[in-house]
Structure formats: C-alpha cells, structure tokens
C-alpha cells in the first residue's frame, strides 16, 4: 500500500510567489519523521526540511516551511518567495521510528514527487 | 567527510551481463539504503541495512538483485543477469539510528543503462 502520496505531478509559479507542494502519509505508527528533499536536474538529492510526529510546531528552514497537520496525515511543503532555482523535482518522505520488534523501524520511504517549474 | 560515495557514476552494460554497483556511507551511520529511481515508478526502496544487516529486501524486484553490506563502510548492489528494464538511476543513501533529526544522505547515484 502506497504510504506517502504526492498528488501534484508538476506545479508552476511564478517568481517571488508561494507555492505550496502537497504530502499525504498513512501510518498507524505513533513516532514518525517526515522528510522533504529537493532534486534538481542535475539529479542530487538535497535534504530541506525535518518534521517529527511529535513536533508540537511547524518546522521552518529559511523559505521552507512544512505545513504539519497530523490529524489529517498532511505535511504540505511551502516555499515562500519563489526563485528560479527553485525549479526542480520536490519529494516528500516518512521515516518509521516506532521500534515494536517489527521490520519496518528505520524505513525510510519516497512518495513520487512533485515537478515544480518557477517563471521569470 | 565526503560524504556517500557511490560508483561507477555511469554504466552501460549489455543485456545478461552481471553487474555490480558500490556505496560508501558516511562513517558512523547505522543505517544504509538502496534506491532505484525510474520515471515510471519514481523513487522505490530496494533494501535497507541496520548494522550491516538487512533489515527489509522486501523492495528488491527478483531473485537477479540482490546486495550485501560485508561490512560498516561498504556496500553492494549486484544484478545478474540484468536486463533492458533494470535501466535506471540507483541510489545508496546513509544515515543515523531513526528518531529525531537525522535525515539521510544521498549518493550522487549510479546512472545504470542495460540494451
């Protein structure tokens, strides 16, 4: 079963706006983290932002926010002030941290990414 | 650190050819991940090792991959025979134990192309 869904195949914006890159994770683990990555096309997978099930706040990292809403199992990714370089594929993931003896602690699973094009 | 060193970068090998890619973690993660990464099915995750164990290969697409970690800094994905549709762009990425901020580190990848 599909764990992680990113629902938006390509996104545009425009340069300086915000956009806002949808994530929805299914889980019945209590400790969770939720990742988001950004690969350009050169192809490296760059870390941007760390959300964990426990954070009582939104996590921020300079432009990036993540919009944690864990009753509806959302972690929406949102860029403020668009730049060109912005231009890339947005991935979002969930690592499982809950160790109950099964194999899926550590698991650190992909959903199918978002392409997100920025205009001058 | 250098951080996750995969090789070759490129590799283009002839249908039925065995062929094997390598990872170098991090030094000091306890975790160790292998990716493929195809247009049609995105970014899945063959196998993962804690420890140098494998902890779940439920991932890997048949009895012709499968992969090693003989120890902490080095790690094996091997395809045999391989084949036209295992073209794709293959990840190893590292990490440390699960819980709190500790994401995982990517290699730049391994570009494999099968005709």
């Known amino acids: 079963a599909q764990k992680i869904t990113q629902t938006q195949p390509g996104m545009f914006v425009q340069e300086k706006e915000a956009v806002t890159l949808d994530c929805t994770y299914d889980t019945s683990d209590p400790s969770y983290g939720l990742f988001w990555y950004k690969q350009p096309s050169s192809g490296e997978m760059i870390f941007l932002i760390y959300q964990g099930s426990y954070d009582q706040q939104n996590a921020t990292e300079g432009r990036y926010s993540l919009n944690f809403q864990k009753a509806r199992k959302s972690a929406n990714l949102v860029i403020s002030a668009s730049q060109l370089g912005d231009s890339a594929m947005y991935f979002c993931a969930m690592r499982e941290d809950f160790n109950a003896g099964g194999t899926s602690y550590g698991k650190l699973t992909f959903g199918q990414g978002t392409i997100l094009t920025v205009h001058p | 650190d250098a951080g996750v060193i995969q090789s070759p970068r490129h590799e283009v090998t002839e249908m039925g050819q065995e062929v094997t890619l390598r990872c170098k973690p991090i030094s000091g993660h306890d975790y160790l991940f292998w990716y493929r990464q195809t247009m049609m099915r995105g970014l899945e995750l063959l196998i993962y090792f804690n420890n140098n164990v494998p902890i779940d290969d439920s991932g890997m697409p048949e009895d012709r991959f499968s992969a090693k970690m003989p120890n902490a800094s080095f790690s094996t994905l091997k395809i045999q025979p391989s084949e036209p549709r295992d073209s794709a762009v293959y990840f190893c990425?590292?990490?440390?134990?699960?819980?709190?901020?500790?994401?995982?580190?990517f290699g730049q990848g391994t570009r494999l192309t099968v005709v």
């Open positions: 990425a590292s990490s440390l134990y699960p819980g709190g901020h500790t994401e995982a580190f």
